[in-house]
Structure formats: C-alpha cells, structure tokens
C-alpha cells in the first residue's frame, strides 16, 4: 500500500478520545485515509447492509472495537464476514480486551491489536495497522492469482479432446510421478 493511496477506513469505536488518538496514529504512520465513523455496533450494522454506493463507499479497512453498545464488535464483525460485497475487507480488531479474548470473541477478524495505555505506544500502532492491512492485501492477492491459476489448469484438462476421466486420471499419474522424484 503506498502512501499515496487514499484509503476509506470504518472505525467502529464509542470513545472520542481513542478515535481521535487512532486517527492521529494513522496519520502519523503515513496512512492518507477517509474514516468512516460509528459509535454503536447497530450503526454500524445499518451501514454494512447500505454501503456500496457513492454515498456510503465500501471500506478498504475496518477497525473495530469490540465493546461498543448496542451491536458489539464481533456481531459486526460477523455481518462483514456475512455480506459478500465486504468479506474481502480486512478487518483489525482494536480493543483494550486481552488477545485471548479478541480471538475467543472474533476469531474471523484479520488482525488483534491490543489498545496501549500510553500515549507514546498509542501513536505507534498506526503502522502496526498499515502492516497488518499489507499482509492480508498481499496474501489474497497470492490465493486470488493461485486460484485463477488452479481453475486455468482444471479448464485446460476439462477442454482437451479426449473423455475427461483420461485427462484427470493422466493428470493425477503426472502430478503422483513429480511427487516421486
């Protein structure tokens, strides 16, 4: 992710003081960004169910807290995870619960940071949030390309000439020789 690119994040958090230090850690951490605000998980829910438009922009990230009122965190976790327009988003969970927690309670999510105490660790974690959103952009990109690799060979021996148990059974003794070697 370069720090030219301007991203939009959600940020699901009820305390002012820690959204203002979260977007103060980000912009620190060179991160141009567009945030999308909610204080209660139902807003949040709502959003989820209407984004999609120019008015309402999917997310390219979102930082959730899990103890917020009405709707908690790992419940809009979950109605991300669910929705097929945002299960690609990645997902940071941002809590002051214990890790073992955040895992218990929203083991979907693609990163655990624990909200620090002190100012000084606070401003940091914006880069520890900018490299947690490259490793998972990088990682699907790799399962995206191996995937449209694996259906580009799968269609290469649905559409040779001969019967396709011929080609499958040829392709598993070719792949069983390889493994041998």
């Given at each position: 992710m370069s720090s030219q690119q301007r991203l939009t994040i959600m940020i699901l958090e009820d305390n002012r003081a820690d959204v203002l230090l979260l977007k103060e850690a980000l912009h620190k951490a060179e991160m141009?960004?567009?945030?999308?605000i909610f204080a209660d998980g139902e807003s949040a829910f709502s959003y989820i169910d209407e984004a999609g438009t120019?008015?309402?922009?999917?997310?390219?990230v979102a930082i959730l807290d899990l103890n917020v009122p009405k709707r908690d965190g790992s419940e809009v976790l979950?109605?991300?995870?669910?929705?097929p327009g945002w299960r690609h988003i990645p997902v940071v969970i941002f809590s002051s619960s214990t890790k073992r927690v955040m895992l218990d309670r929203a083991a979907q999510a693609d990163c655990y940071i624990t909200k620090p105490t002190e100012l000084a660790e606070f401003l940091q974690i914006?880069?520890?949030?900018?490299?947690?959103?490259?490793?998972v952009?990088?990682?699907r990109t790799l399962l995206s390309t191996m995937e449209i690799a694996g259906r580009q060979q799968?269609?290469?021996l649905l559409t040779c000439s001969e019967p396709a148990t011929a080609r499958v059974e040829k392709h598993v003794i070719a792949r069983s020789r390889q493994k041998g070697d």
């Amino acid at each position: 992710m370069s720090s030219q690119q301007r991203l939009t994040i959600m940020i699901l958090e009820d305390n002012r003081a820690d959204v203002l230090l979260l977007k103060e850690a980000l912009h620190k951490a060179e991160m141009e960004f567009t945030p999308i605000i909610f204080a209660d998980g139902e807003s949040a829910f709502s959003y989820i169910d209407e984004a999609g438009t120019e008015i309402k922009p999917l997310p390219d990230v979102a930082i959730l807290d899990l103890n917020v009122p009405k709707r908690d965190g790992s419940e809009v976790l979950a109605q991300i995870r669910r929705h097929p327009g945002w299960r690609h988003i990645p997902v940071v969970i941002f809590s002051s619960s214990t890790k073992r927690v955040m895992l218990d309670r929203a083991a979907q999510a693609d990163c655990y940071i624990t909200k620090p105490t002190e100012l000084a660790e606070f401003l940091q974690i914006g880069e520890e949030i900018r490299n947690c959103v490259e490793a998972v952009r990088a990682t699907r990109t790799l399962l995206s390309t191996m995937e449209i690799a694996g259906r580009q060979q799968l269609d290469d021996l649905l559409t040779c000439s001969e019967p396709a148990t011929a080609r499958v059974e040829k392709h598993v003794i070719a792949r069983s020789r390889q493994k041998g070697d």
